[in-house]
């Protein structure tokens, strides 16, 4: 298990297989990914004329330790925690979703057209009847890539991606159009839910859309690691040879597990018009399902380190959003995230592989 | 409606499919040696930027499109390095790109927007070609750069099908276990495939902000990135259908745009989504033909070559 | 047929972790000759072909080709010393065509790909040969055989005068032999030099001049074919004394547990790998399969635990159809599988111990009541089975990986015996473990038959075979060729039938003999 480059000059470099994925690198890897973005990223920060190390230290101070901050980071966590738990779900049977912003949208899209279309409705009803819609939305477009997916071996990263761009076309032009509230002016915006559609506030500004996401978090650590079900998807994951062995059913893991990755983000998006927003409006989703999937690189796809990721995340876009008062692009945010996921993806590999120089054998 | 309607959308079909095309043949030329490049809409925009802040500096076009094609090709170089070297996930890795890329485009054109380019691609109509009817105004009216693709495309079709290098690069993406045996060196080839790719794909950005548009605005490649790469596929990894394919998508972008004008009652929304609907069926429609036939990608598309793994 | 030494290597020593691949090894090919490298599975003749052809570097030794020492660091100094060779794998790109593969990668061709030119050079030197092949075809084309030509031709193009095959005839039918060896032959008489790998005797009688054989790393005899026996070389190639007997009483039983009636099966390149297959194993019973490996064994234990569906035939199981069961309905069936793939497919490496020892039976009841697991009765049930059968490891959290092969192996038999099976299909079950572990796994073997169990054993190891064994069935080319029992009588029979020898009456052991 010897790969090698050869060399003209006395040297042989090697990557040499590891007997066992490193323990201690393996955990170093998310911190010495950040530590480098925050790097690079300072770099830019510079470039840009200002102080890197200042410009650090006020964005963490108002996402963690302002209380305004810090709601504005809880709020902004709960998308990203349940959309990261659903791409960290795709992600560990190697199903690469990375349309869970287009699950987003159409989750709102469903859980909108639920609420507009009853008004009336009582908060026990219509809630949980959103939540339904906007997850059975999510997982139906979803499975528009599965289907292809399990059946034709079609390639799920570009087609979950080009339905990115049709739902947003389509809440924007529901937004536009039938569903334009007449008394808007104009402006891209639906009717208002009623009352009894939003989620209600748990503590200040911080919905109870964070007892959902931390709600999911649990259940999904309880599913993957204490259920039957959870086992077969963990087995698949580590190895589709020893999961055929073990006679489980790949093909219908494969549409399950997209459909409730798609429901998961589906959710997200119904908690965000629910709770923030209480209507549909095109581009209310800052990005939320890529940045999901950088929560799920950083976790490892584990629940637990979700949460924490998507925190870190959430605290970096608020504070990202602060610091554009003095004058940073918020663009500095979203060139962090590519840059923590460059370092964790060329980090990875000294997890499994090490590195050695040797002189070049003889005789 | 008239000839002049059909030969407005033929037109505009050219000059929308253009930097579809650029782009496809740069993502074409990765995948035939086997690497996917999912950072292409990254690079179109980082070419894009960097083409209109070269010109909007220099007021030399050419200028602002070669140093579109260095940083495309910058962006590309990270790209082969994490996913050859490293060993890195392709796909996720091309994602990244793309994320950083559009961060980063963002960032750097910000003093841009809005701001009017001295001096941009001009149309220039060909003498003689261009006087041919109807065709004339279809494909002998554009700009250079237009121009420009249709040497490339027989280039790269040259290129793969009649010379050796070629048909190393050819190997390589089929089967690098017997490419690696008569000692072409797999991981080259596939760098420069990589990074010549970015180019043309940081090209086929520039020409949205060159000539097109021609104007900057945050992420305004839109996703032509990701049907550029849907294109590859389309085309069956061949130059001339990706031509083909890529006038073809153009052509529902640019129809899409025309019939709000003729005023058919279709939300403009929903035209927009055309070319991706589109484009999602007609890979599905690919990859079941390519089961069915022995068409299909490069064998060894998105795998690792290791010789002594066994 | 000159006997000036083409190739001489010397003291060829190559280690791998874990084991030695060559041990000084003494190889001398002449010029003009047909030399055949014997040996059984694991005897080291592909790791002496690599090294010949500059894929592996020898910890020791030295090579001399035409009387010059040389260096073969890649596989294009191997080229340029002359030294081509065809592996059992081709290295052929699919969709392009013969003269597009013959010729990749030669920089000496130019940089325009001139099909016309190329086209005639390769037709004449495709003559001067006398191997026809058409250059415009596309390799998916071809048939196994005609690929093998192109190969064959991709050497010759390069200049190649040391030829060497490795196990040429694998995928060949009879007629495509003789028409290779037809060709070989030509090409020894025009002062090449041609090796080929095997572990086919009939074969070696029939065409090779000379032939060395290799056992265990080590290189054993060299003989002329006129001058030595079948008989001699099936001894030198296999040849051991045996290992200590395992008391068993005899079979008692004459339930027939596990039957297959004519089953064939494809294997993964769309070939037969089956061709008509039939046995039956009795309660209590161990049948082993004898042969080399890549005669159909993998595919049989795929076929009869579900993994590989049948084009032809029944299986039977305990008296019910189960030929087109799903591995799901096998494994609650009671059959068991030790497959060959410990680490890829029998185990996680990157799960714990527990999570291992539930891989099939997560699904039980007792363990999982409803949906969820009942972790403490998984642990409690891991826990008795790491202390039953003597597993070590640090604590049964730790990942797989950790373990030693014996333990490993130890695990993966815990893990499949302790479902109470009916059948274990157990697919080289000590390959690469120590004495030690040799031993206990062989013990919990035969006190599993003794219990009533039936066992489908298959293993490259005959002292292995005939300790265990009831029974030996000899797989060769998908056929079995015979069914013998499995006394020391039978040790030269099989020995020849596992090189493919077929001799008339050998069909006749169906029946438990006691």
Redesign the interface.
Known sequence: MLLSTRKQSGFVIRWEKRLEPSQQITIAIPIVSILLALLVGGVVILALGFNPLAVYRSMLAHAFLSRSGLMDTAVKAIPLILAGLGVALAFRMLLWNIGAEGQIYVGALAASGVALSLPEAPAYVILPAMMLAGMMAGAAWALLAAIPRAYLGANETIITLLLNYVAIYWVDHLVFGPWRDPGALGFPITRAFSSAARLPMLIGRIHVGILIALAAALLFYAILYHSRWGFEVRVIGESVLAARYAGMNIERNIILVLMISGGLAGLAGVTEISAIHGRLQTGFSPGYGYTAIIVASLAAMHPGWVVVASFLLSGLLVGGFSMQIAGLPLAVVSMLQGAILFFLLGSSVFARYRLTFRRKEGS | MDYTFYLAVLTASITAGTPLLYAALGELLAERSGVLN?GVE?MMLVGAVTGFMVTAVTGNPWLGAVSAMMAGGALAF?HA??SIT????Q???G??????????S??IG?PFIGVPLPATFVDISVPLLSQIPWLGQVFFMHDPLVYVTYFLVPLVWVFL????????V??VG??P????????NV?LVRYVCVVVGGMLAGLGGAYLTLALAPVWL?GMT??RG??A??LV?FAVWNPLRAMAGAYLFGGVAALGFRIQIIGLPI?P??L??MP??F??IV??FV??QG?VK?LGAP?ALGLHF????R | MGSDAALIMRGITKKFPGVVANSQVEFQAWRGEIHALLGENGAGKSTLMNVLTGLYWPDEGEILIDGKSVSLRTPRDAAKAGVGMVHQHFRLVGPFTVMANITLGMRSEGFWWRPQLIQQKIVDLSASYGMLIDPCAKIWQLSVGEQQRVEIMKLLYRGAQILILDEPTAVLTPQEVKELFRNMRRLADSGKTIIFITHKLHEVMAYADRITVLRGGRSVAVRTTTATTVQELAELMVGRDFMTDIPKPPVMSEDVLLQLANVSALNDKGLPALRNVSFSIHRGEILAFAGVAGNGQRELAEVVTGLRPVTAGQIWLDGKNVTSCSVRQIIDAKVSHIPEDRKGMGLIPNMSVIENTMLKSYRDPAICPGWMLDHKAIRARAQKLVAAFGIKTATIDCPVRLMSGGNLQRLLLAREISATPDVIVAIYPVRGLDVAATESIHQLLVEQRNQGTSILLVSEDLDEIFKLADRVAVIYEGQIVGILPATRDSLDDVGMMMAGVKRKGWRRSDVAIN
């Open positions: 999912l990254g990270v390095f994490l490293m060993r890195a996930n796909v996720v890795t994602l990244a790109l793309t994320l950083f890329g559009t961060g980063f963002s960032l910000r099908y009649w010379t050796r290098p070629g048909m190393n050819q190997a089929e089967d276990a017997a490419a690696d045996a008569v000692g072409i991981n945050d839109a996703g990701w049907i790469i849907a596929i939300s929304f929903v927009q989504m991706y609907i484009t999602i890979l599905i990859t079941y089961r022995r064998g290791d010789r002594e793994e």
